[in-house]
């Protein structure tokens, strides 16, 4: 039977044989469903790798899931930076202006990691298992039908060839021997082999009627579940939306919670300002009992004076990275003392 089919399908190819022609609209039906599941596995493969950019994350994933083992709960990036950011202020001190700075970013990116983690979640079940269902389970039934009618067509084929071939056969048989030229014997020998030709004739032609009938029914089969395609487009839209949804909801959680983040940072001590006072009055109180409050608060650029001793104090306005060893790297809001020459030395 196998032999049978691969003589037929090459047969097909060089133009050798007779091909059963599918009509137009089930031949729509077959490139929309092709179009569909090479779209559907490209979106869904994509969609992996957004969810989960780690190539090994997905892989230990893939054996759980085969294994029927439950994954464990895995730990975002955002949070375990947010774990290394708490850990970190309780070494340098929940007190001082780094270590309370390090607590609330840290607080903030350990909520963004459990807002990520709930995404990846609900996406997961919304719009990933709906994909991968189709491709296992709907499409694999579609291929495997497919096959089958393509069997049942290369059958159909080889039976019209047996009958073309057994009624051509038929017909030489059938030709009248001339009795001057012929003797008695073969032409026994002859009324003999077309009686044999059309019991062949006979018996291709129930074949090829059994087999047109296993085609159609098969046809019939394979065009419903190709038809079902347009329920599998209304699934997978609504899918969509919901992981837009899902999307949406977790943008806008990332949103509010660093808008929030950035409220409590503008609630707290300017640390660089605080620093470079402390610093300055330091200094001055080695030669000074007392100490003015205002000089423990943020220097503003306008009451910035140039001193007559040749130094001043002066403000830095935007960050700067040093481009090379002869510069300074600044930061925005830093506090610096600027020696001006003298004018002798201009």
């Known amino acids: 039977m196998i032999i049978r089919d691969v003589i037929m399908y090459t047969e097909e190819k060089l ?11 089930f031949e729509n039906l077959m490139s929309r469903a092709d179009c569909t599941k090479h779209w559907t596995e490209k979106i869904y493969r994509q969609t992996e790798y957004l969810l989960q950019p780690n ?51 840290g607080d903030c990116e350990r909520r963004l990691g459990a807002a990520e983690r709930e995404f990846i979640q609900t996406s997961a079940i919304s719009f990933l298992n709906p994909l991968r269902n189709f491709l296992e389970g709907d499409w694999r039934t579609i291929s495997r039908e497919r096959r089958l009618l393509e069997n049942l067509r290369l059958d159909l084929d080889a039976c019209k ?24 014997r073969n032409y026994v020998l002859s009324a003999s082999a077309s009686a044999l030709w059309t019991e062949e004739v006979e ?30 487009h209304v699934n997978h839209l609504r899918c969509l939306h919901e992981f837009v949804e899902a999307q949406a909801a977790y943008y806008k959680q990332g949103h509010l919670h ?28 080695a030669s000074e009992a007392t100490e003015s409050p205002v000089e423990t608060e943020t220097l503003k650029i306008e009451e910035v004076q140039a001193p ?24 925005a809001d830093e506090v610096r003392i600027s020696h001006q020459p003298a004018a002798d030395d201009l």
Not at 81 to 98: N, R, S, V
Not at 210 to 230: C, K, M, N, P, W
């Open 55 to 105: 190539p090994s994350a997905r892989i230990e994933e893939f054996l759980y899931e085969k294994l029927d083992m439950k994954a464990p709960s895995r730990v975002t990036n955002a949070e375990l930076l947010g774990q290394h950011m708490e850990d970190a202020a309780k070494e340098f001190g929940p007190g001082t202006p780094y270590g309370s700075t390090l607590l609330k970013v």
């Open 203 to 232: 018996k291709a032609e129930q074949d090829l009627r059994l087999a047109q009938t296993e085609f159609d029914r098969q046809a019939e089969v394979t065009r419903l579940l190709l038809e079902g395609i347009s329920s599998t």
């Open 308 to 331: 007559a001793t040749g130094t001043r104090k002066v403000k830095v306005l935007y960050d700067y990275d040093a481009a090379d060893s002869s510069e300074l790297s600044l930061l």
């Open 15 to 25: 133009g050798q044989a007779e091909r059963t022609e599918l009509d137009a609209h």
């Open 258 to 285: 660093m808008l929030e983040l950035q409220k409590e940072l503008g609630r707290l001590p300017n640390a660089f300002a605080l620093n470079s006072t402390h610093s300055v009055a330091a200094a001055a109180g």
């Open 161 to 184: 060839a047996r009958v073309k071939k057994a009624k051509a056969a038929e017909a030489k048989a059938a030709v009248a021997p001339d009795f001057q030229e012929t003797r008695p």
